[in-house]
């Protein structure tokens, strides 16, 4: 899995406005044709409550559904049994009480194809810190509804629920908690819907799967308190925690969503991701980031409300004298590639609210990752323009096209029609908690890297179409350019030769 980019490499966020070509660090173009953008969002914030799923969450059926084979919890091991006798496209319905598998650590259910499990009131599948695994299998349409999934002991990088990534899977007001190890895992056309995902040792979710996850719908879920275990701190910036971590997917809704209080960041697109709508989810009081899009391609990130986030690890790192603008909504080596097929070709991130985090949004792009280059973390991963990775090397990569195509980059991000809010007073923080950021750092290594020097940073800041406007700020913002040594003030911001927020306004605000 891919790690945590820090400023000896951090990640980092990034604006770009929409063009009709790929941009690459020289300024050249690529003849492609867009795809169709996103529909346009009728409002800054989500307009229902949160998905308080876990403190109400919905009941089953108190009786069987019509042709359901009943699982007794008094017989250990029966709902794996039943569904090993049983013929694929089964109903199980699960009395209320709690319901065990065998005393292996690998015994667990293996659904056949379209087998529904329907939870009564109260019905609990418990792990008792004993088995790895409660459903797996390659099975594909595979429903979970109503129950409760709790205590399991899946290793780090592996999940409990749906272990194998199977296809198809619908998992609908279910909760599951209190597990090590990723709560519940993702494959293709997986649909994740009012359930609760909480207090799990690593993710809530984890959405992975060699060979990727197409079309993934999180919606409506209460995402809450994971990361237990506090890997970062195991495998100091390991990249391996938050509430839900995305990892080579290609296409995913994730709206509605209550994400809060994780250790770590709450929602973490890593390596090759494309075609992302995140909209309308309150994500607040996360220890780290509240959006990472890592090394990633095109999203649309509209309508969310954003609040408190990165407290815990802002702090620490102020604390540290790390001067890295580290920030709640995080865009690193990502952006738009109109190349590559989705709603978008932009990375476009417009009517939020973001309030009181610690920091703002930060595009980042290091000069040092790209394929074949030792400083790229996600080790063995190369652009999804390059399937090759073997061609990135001298001399090829000093040319086009590879010169462009050879490296992630942060270009074509539009950042407009948000509102930014900053007291310094509620955060009690003095410094480096009221920042915008665009920016990279000086090329070095490898020795034969064709990056060297300030080409990045030059290119991130001014050639790659990264635009802040029509943005509402209130407090005593600064912003990061080309590099961590240079913080403006609005003015300088708005001026040449940034030319940045364009029709924004700031007003200093109480926080000051």
Known sequence: MGIKWRHRALPAAALALALAAATGCDG??????????????????????????????????????????????????????????????TTFWLRPGTHTLMSDRYDQVIPKEGDVYVGAPGAVLDGRRSNHYAFGGAASDVAIRYLTVQRFVAPRDEGVVNHDSADGWVIEHTTIRDNSGAGLMAGSRQQVRASCLRDNGQ???????????????????????????????????????????????????????????????????????????????????????????????????????????????????????????????????????????????KIDVYRNLLEDNWSGITLWENADRFCNSPANTSSGECTLLVKNTGRCVQPAIAGAPLYSDCRWKTQRVDVHDNRFVLDKSVMRCTVMCDRMAVLSNYGTYPDWSPYQGERVAEAITGRQHNRWHDNVYVGPWTFVVHDASRTLGFGQWRGSPYRQDAGSTLRPGDGG
Do not use: Q
């Open 203 to 345: 993710y809530g979710m984890n959405a992975y799967k060699d060979g990727g996850v197409n079309d993934l719908v999180v919606e409506g879920n209460e995402i809450v308190g994971n990361n237990t275990d506090d890997w970062e701190r195991l495998r100091p910036d390991c990249g391996c925690s938050g509430g839900v971590k995305f990892w080579a997917v290609d296409g995913a809704d994730v709206r509605g969503n209550w994400v809060h209080d994780n250790r770590g960041t709450g929602l973490w697109a890593d390596t090759n991701n494309n075609d992302f709508l995140i909209e309308g989810n309150l994500i607040e009081d996360n220890d780290g980031a509240a959006l990472i899009y890592e090394i990633s391609y095109n999203a649309v990130v509209r309508g969310n409300t954003i609040r408190r986030n990165n407290w815990v690890e802002g702090r620490a790192s102020a604390a540290a004298g790390d001067t890295f603008p580290l920030a709640t909504v995080y865009l690193s080596e990502s952006g738009g590639e109109p190349r590559i097929r989705a709603r978008t070709d």
């Open 28 to 89: 050249g173009t690529t003849d492609a044709t867009p795809r169709p953008t996103a529909a346009p969002s009728t409002s800054a914030a989500p307009s229902k409550p949160p998905a308080r799923v876990c403190a109400k969450p919905a009941a089953g059926p108190a009786k069987a559904p019509p042709g359901a084979v009943t699982v007794d919890p008094a017989v250990p091991g029966d709902l794996a049994a039943k569904t090993e006798s049983s013929p694929a496209h």
